[in-house]
């Protein structure tokens, strides 16, 4: 009899290949630039050690955002390991992306999420934030492997282009550097034991490195003013009023 339990979107999987990128992100690699004014204020509400408000989002509609929150919570969830892609604000860095970077992707999310919500409700009878654990999982399956098929989902080609595009990105905005909107309170970073950005790295901190025991700095790239800060507009009011 064929093994009729759903597959799982290994965690273990999604870290060891976010080490390189994650490692390139904290280099500032990603490739999303922000205004210096709104990337510290970001710092400085991150490391408040005040609750955290509620993110407000401006190319993603609250019910997009929503389902692209439980998504990403499905993809890299908090568990005995840490915080996840939640935690991080993932979505949060997704949603100012679309505004820079990843606005040639807005029209494949918009389109995308909505495909999959009618997917979840023709395959499983409920949107996907009603389903439970073990049909997210294996709705999210479908769309990795593309055989979320039929007249129901349209997706716009196979919905794995749409689910690589998203994982893709949640593992930016949970493993990038801060400075870009994501990986809140460093805990992408953390959760990957990786350290920070150095400019000076002594043998003993060498040592440490190796032996895992060198303290995090939790400290930005642009930090250090060796690394320049890339202005981009960052919201519709700036985009509609500019050069």
């Given at each position: 009899?064929?093994?009729?339990?759903?597959?799982?979107?290994?965690?273990?999987?999604?870290?060891?290949?976010?080490?390189?990128?994650?490692?390139?992100?904290?280099?500032?690699?990603?490739?999303?630039?922000?205004s210096p004014e709104v990337a510290s204020a970001a710092r400085a509400e991150q490391s408040s050690g005040a609750e955290t408000p509620?993110?407000?989002?401006?190319?993603?509609?609250?019910?997009e955002a929503e389902l692209l929150e439980a998504i990403a919570d499905r993809l890299i969830p908090s568990d005995e390991h840490g915080p996840g892609a939640r935690e991080a604000r993932a979505v949060a860095y997704i949603d100012r992306a679309l505004g820079g970077a990843l606005a040639g992707s807005h029209d494949a999310y918009r389109l995308g999420l909505a495909a999959f919500d009618r997917y979840c409700r023709a395959s499983r009878g409920a949107p996907f934030l009603e389903l439970p654990r073990r049909d997210q999982i294996s709705a999210l399956v479908d769309v990795e492997i593309g055989a979320a098929t039929g007249a129901a989902?349209?997706?716009?080609?196979?919905s794995a282009a749409f689910f690589s595009m998203v994982r893709g990105h949640v593992l930016q905005g949970t493993f990038g550097d801060p400075y870009y909107g994501g990986n809140a309170d460093f805990v992408g970073w953390d959760l990957l034991g990786y350290p920070g950005v150095r400019t000076r790295v002594t043998s003993a901190d060498?040592?440490?490195?190796?032996?895992g025991e060198l303290e995090p700095n939790h400290r930005s790239a642009y930090d250090w003013d060796m690394f320049n800060k890339a202005s981009a507009r960052v919201s519709r009011a700036e985009a509609k009023h500019g050069d």
């Open positions: 009899m064929a093994d009729e339990r759903p597959r799982t979107i290994s965690r273990r999987r999604l870290l060891q290949s976010a080490g390189a990128a994650g490692a390139a992100a904290a280099a500032g690699t990603v490739g999303l630039s922000a509620r993110v407000t989002y401006e190319y993603l509609t609250a019910d989902a349209g997706f716009t080609g196979s060498q040592g440490r490195l190796e032996a």
